[in-house]
C-alpha cells in the first residue's frame, strides 16, 4: 500500500477539498501509487480516464486530487502511479492537468486556477489546443484518441460541433487543423 505524502484539507479550496504536501517532493518522485479502484465504462466527475470507455473509479483520497493549468503532479494512466512534475514544498496543494487523462469530461467547469496559462473552460483533451497540450505530460490514450481523430478527420470525416477545439485566439478550430503538429508524448519512467 502507498506511503501518504499529502493530506486532505476540507474547505481550504475553492474546490472544498485538497490534498497538501506534508513533506519535499522532488520532481520525478512517485506521489502515490493507485492500488485500490473499481473499473467503469462509464465517466463521472471522479474517476480518471485510463483508455476509450475505460475509467477508474473509488479511487479514495484521489477525489481530491484537484485541476490545475500549472501542474505539479500527473497521473501516470499506464503504470497506475501519480509523480511530481516539479518540485514540491510541504504545504503546497497537489494538482494534475486533467485533459492528460479525460478526453471528454463528465462534468465541464470554469477553470479558477489562476495560472497564466490558464486554459479557462476544463472540458477536456479534446476541446484543448493541441500546442497547449504539448506543454504537459500526456497520457498515451488520449495521444491515440487525439491521432484517431485526426485520421478520420484526414478520410474525410466531419467532426462534430462537439468535437471541436476551443481556441480563444482563433475561435472555433477543426480537430484536423489543430492534430497536424501534435507531439508524441514520451512515457515518463517513474521512480
Known sequence: MSVQRFELEIGASVYGARLVATEPINAGEIVYRIEQYKLTKKPTYQTIQIGPNKHLKELGVLAYLNHSCRPNVAVNTHALTVFACRDIAPGDELSFFYPSTEWKMDRPFACLCGAPECIRLVA????????VLSRYFIND????????LLENTAAGGLASPQDMLVNKSAGLISPAENLMNYPKASRRETV
Not at 477536456?124 to 500546442?131: M, S
Open 141 to 148: 490514450h488520449i495521444r491515440q484518441m487525439a491521432l484517431a
Open 124 to 131: 477536456g483533451a479534446i476541446y484543448v489546443p493541441l500546442d
